[in-house]
């Protein structure tokens, strides 16, 4: 996931309760600037937008 993005995120499941419920991690490091901060949610924002805009026509 992200190949196209130029990030690169970590999915993962069971955040709910151990077995429902989905997730990304991001890991950014403790020293980031605000400027990444904001490329960071301006990438995964357009990232997920693009996965379930995808996931939309694959699925109709």
């Known amino acids: 996931m992200g190949l196209n ?17 989905d997730h990304i ?5 403790f020293d980031i600037t605000f400027n990444e901060l904001d490329f960071i949610v301006d990438r995964v924002s357009k990232l997920i937008e693009d996965y ?7 699925n109709h």
């Open 25 to 29: 991690i991001l890991a950014p490091g």
């Open 5 to 21: 993005s130029g990030i690169h995120v970590y999915p993962g499941g069971g955040t709910a309760d151990g077995k429902n419920g």
């Open 52 to 58: 379930f805009n995808d996931f939309d026509i694959k």
